[in-house]
């Protein structure tokens, strides 16, 4: 059983360049997190996918973040015009609803750390 | 809105000694609460897990209690080794009725450096 992987692991980026990320969940888990940790703090939520619908997305994601899962699987988070501020590591984590179950334990993959010059 | 507070770190110690790692939190309604580790160049890893008060969750020899009354959730050990140095992070889950979205805040994170 693979854990959630993430794709790249570094990323060194120059400000106003676009990135992308990729996340793959633990398969059969119907429902995907992004977080972003900035250093020396906890991870904040960015955004949620139940399946390939996108339900919730924090004021954190701006206009220049856009996220996708397109068939339900992997998802894709892109950073558009890259500011020195994006500088983070984005942590992706998968979980997996059982019928009306109160609590869900999230999987965490490795992160991407993204450094913007 | 909801908040969680931790210890701040970081915190060094000798092998075998007692940890106790403070833990508050600020919620409306019945969160859950967890405890999460992060080793040096991995993701977050869950701990251990309580979901509703006086519950108590414990893993690995780690040990922490719900307590409402309080609003706390201390992270405990016993007995530290060397391989217990990491990040140590205390969330709560935001629970939304709606779409059930559960996601998790957390808190800034303690280190912790444990020397044989």
């Known amino acids: 059983d693979t854990g959630v992987s993430q794709d790249p692991r570094h990323k060194i980026t120059k400000r106003g360049q676009n990135v992308t990320f990729r996340c793959d969940p633990i398969s059969e888990h119907n429902r995907l997190y992004w977080y972003r940790q900035t250093l020396g703090q906890g991870p904040e939520f960015l955004t949620y996918?139940?399946?390939?619908?996108?339900?919730?997305k924090s004021r954190l994601l701006s206009d220049r973040f856009s996220a996708e899962r397109p068939k339900g699987s992997f998802s894709t988070l892109e950073i558009q015009r890259t500011e020195q501020g994006d500088s983070a590591m984005y942590l992706c984590a998968s979980s997996r609803t059982l019928d009306r179950v109160v609590m869900e334990t999230q999987y965490f993959g490795p992160g991407t750390r993204l450094l913007v010059l | 809105g909801n908040s969680v507070t931790q210890m701040e770190g970081p915190v060094t110690l000798s092998e075998e000694a007692f940890l106790t790692i403070n833990c508050t939190y600020t919620?409306?309604?019945?969160?859950?609460l967890f405890w999460y580790v992060q080793y040096p160049g991995e993701g977050l890893q869950l701990l251990l897990k309580?979901?509703?008060?006086?519950d108590k969750g414990s893993n690995k020899g780690f040990e922490a209690t719900y307590r409402k009354e309080t609003t706390s959730f201390h992270l405990e050990k016993g007995s530290v080794q060397v391989s217990d140095s990491a990040v140590y992070f205390c969330a709560l889950s935001d629970l939304r009725a709606i779409q059930g979205a559960q996601k998790l805040v957390f808190g800034q994170g303690t280190r912790l450096t444990i020397n044989p």
């Open positions: 996918f139940q399946n390939e619908a996108q339900l919730e």
């Open positions: 309580a979901t509703k008060a006086d």
């Open positions: 919620a409306t309604g019945y969160p859950s």
